[in-house]
């Protein structure tokens, strides 16, 4: 039996298809077709990126101190928008 995956490779080799896991068992044989055109990212991807990029940036960032607190107290307004 054969099974029909369509998806695209990333740089690092991984191959990504549309919200679907694809498990390859060990040791079949597998046919690669290379089409021409190129993968589009979806907003749900770009938006998954952005997330994971934001929260591996809190990871790493400094802790906060007391005078984050203060201001906070005081409210704020973020201004601006994100293109996701």
Not at 52 to 81: C, K, M, Y
Request: net charge negative.
């Amino acid at each position: 039996m054969s099974q029909t995956y369509q998806g695209y490779f990333l740089l690092d080799g991984c191959f990504v298809t549309d919200n679907r896991e694809v498990t390859i068992p060990a040791m079949r044989r597998v046919i690669v077709n290379v089409l021409d055109d190129e993968a589009v990212e979806t907003k749900a991807e770009k938006q998954r990126k952005a997330f994971e990029e934001f929260v591996q940036t809190i990871a790493g960032a400094d802790p906060l101190g007391e005078e984050f607190d203060q201001i906070i107290s005081q409210g704020i307004h973020v201004r601006g928008e994100l293109d996701l």
